[in-house]
């Protein structure tokens, strides 16, 4: 599956003209984003938070956090077809878990396993992206054969690995 664009820098300069043309402001999306995972693990630390107590007044306020987490994700999600809305929030949700057993096992002193579940965070959170920002065609997806990979690939720089890579220059937060 090919990206609409030839490189990395046509990518840029395109998310930079739609900056210009006031089209996306992608710093804030992506603190909207980080937003919205917080919103979905808030969802969850309420929904077992009724379960462990036994206080269903906690599902009153899940479905608070819930209403808030749909109309923030509205804004950055704005087009979508067949099962993309939820797709969207499971890509936020996992990489949002995988950042945090990451982060654990980086603590532990695990680092090996930590840079892989951070890769693996990443590569989700740039799935989302590409998802969101029509840098995937959806009309192109078709199952790979299994014949057809590489399973000596060490580089691990498919099309995940370059969507990252567009989603790393294009997506900088420090820029105001």
């Not at 090996?112 to 009309?139: C, H, P, R, V």
Request: aromatic residues 8%; glycine residues 6%.
């Amino acid at each position: 599956m090919d990206t609409p664009f030839k490189d990395v820098n046509e990518f840029v300069a395109k998310v930079d003209d739609m900056k210009k043309q006031d089209k996306m402001d992608l710093s804030s999306d992506q603190d909207l984003s980080l937003a919205i995972m917080n919103l979905i693990s808030i969802e969850e630390h309420f929904f077992f938070t009724a379960q462990k107590t036994g206080k269903p007044e906690y599902f009153d306020l899940l479905q608070t956090a819930r209403a808030m987490r749909g109309e923030l994700l509205r804004k950055i999600v704005k087009e979508y077809e067949g099962e993309v809305w939820c797709i969207s929030k499971h890509l936020l949700a996992a990489s949002m878990r995988l950042m945090e057993v990451g982060t654990k096992q980086h603590k532990m002193g695990n680092k090996e396993e930590a840079l892989d579940l951070f890769q693996k965070s990443y590569d989700l959170y740039s799935l989302f992206w590409g998802l969101n920002m029509k840098l995937i065609d959806t009309a192109g997806i078709k199952k790979i054969d299994d014949n057809a990979l590489n399973h000596h690939d060490t580089e691990k720089k498919g099309f995940v690995g370059k969507l990252g890579d567009l989603v790393r220059k294009a997506i900088d937060c420090c820029l105001e």
